[in-house]
């Protein structure tokens, strides 16, 4: 959960809103031992009263929203930058990924036009979360 503060933090804080530029923390390592467990989160959602569950939601949504910006940044940046090696194209990259083209494409797109447009993320972040359905 501090992890994907840290996230929603950084793409607000690409997006100009922050005032002081901050250097980027190293890339986490990926690990499985804090992956979580389905019986996990199944207990967890059921333990959830209606207020929190609802509020869970819109947290997740903002959550979900700022990883689909980033993660279309990043997919821009490495076709831009032709870091798709060993595959040879970048096609042939995202089926590795299991992301179909048209999914990526979709979120470099939403990445490239908010930047361009200069869209402060706190007016994306507060419209209608179902722009990000994919």
């Known amino acids: 959960m501090v992890e994907d503060n840290r996230t929603a933090q ?7 809103e ?11 390592a990926v690990s499985r031992v804090n992956a979580p467990t389905i019986a996990g989160v199944t207990t967890r959602v059921q333990s959830y009263t209606q207020e929190q569950v609802v509020r ?3 947290v997740l949504t903002n959550e979900v929203n700022a990883r689909y ?16 090696s060993p595959h040879k194209t970048f096609n042939a990259y ?7 083209y048209r999914r990526a ?4 797109t939403i990445f490239a036009v908010m930047t361009r447009e200069g869209i402060e993320w706190s007016r994306f972040a507060s419209s209608d979360g179902r722009k990000w359905c994919a």
């Open 10 to 16: 950084s793409v607000a804080n690409s997006m100009g």
């Open 18 to 28: 922050a005032s002081v530029a901050t250097a980027s923390p190293p890339l986490p």
């Open 56 to 58: 869970r939601a819109r």
């Open 69 to 84: 910006f980033e993660l279309g940044g990043t997919l821009q940046r490495i076709r831009a930058e032709k870091w798709y």
């Open 94 to 100: 995202l089926s590795d990924l299991g992301l179909p």
């Open 105 to 108: 494409n979709y979120f470099m």
